[in-house]
């Protein structure tokens, strides 16, 4: 027996960056193309019409299309991870 | 063995262990969201005890590590757990009343490892696993949740640099509620784990469960209704100090930071490291602080947390081993309700003691003036 699982480790460092760093950032992406300017047209529907200065949703088609990619595969990726972990957390029970 | 009164009381310590260690970690998950105003306090504290709730049926496998990886199960008796329960409560209160956000983790498995010390000898403890399974990854997580919170900070900055700042501010703390929860359903399936274990432990002791067993459907539904009540009367002065103590944060900081400690506690608890969601998400309020030009991080406050978790595991094992002594002196079913009294005696002499400084949810975003109650009292500034 070794003092540190190695497999363990290395998969905790890349599923942490890409779950823990790489989720953010793409919810960050969807923020900024949400923002994106409609050509013009304002939009005040959705979250924050009361104040100009922080209103989240831009008004271009194709970056709330974009955006709403980028919050699914968050969700998407979320609810995978946390049926994983239930997969894991719950081995076939003991004979008894 | 069997001896149903006294594993009756080491349960309902046990379960007080887990009320402690709720109320002790809730900043940890929400510390961020309330010192950013992304949640209102008591919300915060209400939703991240319900995720709690549902974070201890998530996963088992840090129960198992606990009940059959770090001690000799042969050697255990309901006297050591009990010992083991007083040294961790006594730890995890001492350090609540200085704001301290040390770990619930290392002062139950210091609490546990001091009183089997004690009673059975060095040979007793699985050395190996307690270096693999705990003090590796107590080492480790704080560093690897830094180094994916800073990534992230930075990834987040730099990526919504074109937003107008109050949209970027309005946008991450949508973020942020959703990275808290996280959190929150992590520490359920980390720190709650710990007391099925425990408790395990004392049924396997009792002769009530077989070695190995699993914990049974009844201890980790009340294990999880206690850290999630702990959770919801909110640690309200460990709150602050990670709030507002460390690290100024912003709501992109916040999310980078939650984030980080989410996927870390998550996929460590599946591999059962019982690691220290407190140093996870420690580290990662520090790395915000290094992944974001300009922001400062307060090393002082950082450096008494790293002394505090230094001398977490040894002062609880003392703690656990001394109540050992104790009960084992004055010896047998006396012995244990001795030892009992004696904590009922100093949680109740530490909590009156911090009611003369009082932090809730009132007053946990004050200006941080350097000691965790807003207006620093000689009696709590450490």
């Known amino acids: 027996m070794s003092w540190i699982n190695l497999s363990a480790l290395w998969k905790i460092i890349v599923f942490g960056l890409l779950a823990g760093a790489g989720l953010p950032a793409l919810f960050a992406f969807g923020l900024r193309e949400l923002a994106l300017p409609g050509g013009g047209r304002t939009q005040t529907a959705g979250a924050g019409a009361d104040a100009d200065s922080d209103r989240l949703v831009g008004g271009n088609p194709v970056g709330m299309v974009i955006a709403a990619i980028c919050f699914l595969i968050i969700l998407a990726a979320i609810g995978w991870g946390i049926y994983e972990v239930y997969q894991i957390g719950h081995p076939a029970p003991a004979k008894h | ?382």
């Open chain 2, 1 to 382: 063995m069997g001896n149903d009164a006294i594993l009756v009381l080491v349960v309902i310590t046990a379960l007080a262990f887990d009320f402690t260690n709720g109320f002790h970690d809730t900043g940890n998950a929400m510390a961020t969201s309330i010192a950013t105003g992304a949640l209102p306090p008591r919300t915060a504290v209400a939703l991240s005890g319900v995720l709690n709730l549902v974070g201890a049926f998530l996963s088992l496998a840090v129960a198992a590590t606990i009940a059959s990886g770090l001690v000799d199960t042969k050697k255990v008796t309901l006297t050591v757990v009990a010992a083991g329960l007083a040294g961790g409560i006594i730890w995890n209160l001492v350090t609540w009343l200085f704001g301290i956000p040390s770990s619930s983790s290392h002062a139950l498995i210091g609490g546990v490892i001091g009183s089997v010390l004690a009673a059975s000898g060095g040979s007793a403890v699985l050395w190996h696993g307690l270096v693999s399974k705990v003090v590796l990854p107590a080492v480790l997580s704080p560093i690897i949740a830094a180094g994916v919170a800073a990534i992230g900070t930075w990834l987040l900055y730099r990526i919504s640099r074109n937003l107008t700042q109050g949209a970027r501010s309005h946008g991450f703390r949508i973020g942020q509620i959703g990275s808290a929860c996280m959190v929150s359903l992590a520490h359920g399936t980390n720190d709650a784990q710990k007391t099925m274990g425990v408790i395990t432990l004392a049924l396997i002791a009792n002769g009530t469960l077989h070695a190995k067993a699993n914990a049974p459907f009844w201890v980790i539904l009340a294990c999880a209704l206690a850290i999630s009540l702990g959770t919801y009367l909110g640690g309200w002065r460990v709150i602050r100090t990670l709030g507002k103590g460390l690290v100024e944060i912003e709501s992109p900081q916040g999310m980078a930071a939650e984030s980080a400690s989410a996927a870390i506690i998550l996929l460590s608890s599946s591999f059962g490291y019982s690691l220290s969601t407190t140093h996870v998400a420690t580290g990662s309020i520090i790395g915000t602080g290094l992944g974001k030009k300009g922001a400062d991080v307060r090393w002082n406050v950082a450096g008494r947390m790293a002394t505090a978790w230094v001398f977490t595991l040894p002062s609880a094992a003392l703690v656990g081993a001394g109540a050992e002594a104790l009960a084992h002196a004055i010896g047998g079913s006396t012995g244990v309700i001795v030892d009992t009294v004696i904590l009922v005696a100093v949680a109740g002499l530490i909590y009156f003691r911090s009611r003369a400084s009082k932090v809730d949810h009132n007053n946990v975003n004050e200006e941080w003036t350097g000691g965790v109650a807003p207006e620093p009292e000689p009696a709590a500034a450490a």
